[in-house]
């Protein structure tokens, strides 16, 4: 499976950008899609995660400014980020979960840089 992550850019506190996530090739299910970030110096951390019917998942930094969703025919998945602030500055992954063992696979980041 390849994923191909795209909509990162720099944009100013209380900004909004929109992620992209296409997953293609191999012909497996693909099941949970999710975003995850990786700031400088600190862990990479879930943002947002939506099943194949579904029922999302975010982390409480985000809640309320962040939606996940997903278009299960294209295996597309989006992060619609609004009110961003600087502490969301960070390299955004996309992963899913796909086959018959739910094998997790990554995309390569999009950078998203918030200025204040």
């Known amino acids: 499976v390849q994923l191909q992550a795209s909509g990162g850019g720099l944009v100013q506190a209380g900004g909004s950008l929109r992620l992209s996530c296409a997953a293609s090739g191999s012909g497996r299910m693909v099941y949970t899609m999710g975003w995850y970030r990786q700031a400088p110096g600190k862990q990479r951390e879930m943002v947002a995660t939506?099943?194949?019917?579904?029922?999302?998942n975010y982390a409480d930094f985000v809640k309320g400014r962040f939606t996940i969703s997903r278009d299960v025919a294209k295996n597309t998945m989006y992060l619609q980020m609004n009110s961003l602030k600087p502490e969301d500055t960070a390299v955004y992954y996309c992963?899913?979960?796909?086959?018959?063992?739910?094998?997790?696979?990554w995309g390569k980041g999009t950078q998203v840089t918030v200025s204040s």
């Open positions: 992963k899913v979960a796909a086959g018959s063992t739910w094998t997790d696979y």
């Open positions: 939506i099943t194949r019917s579904g029922v999302t």
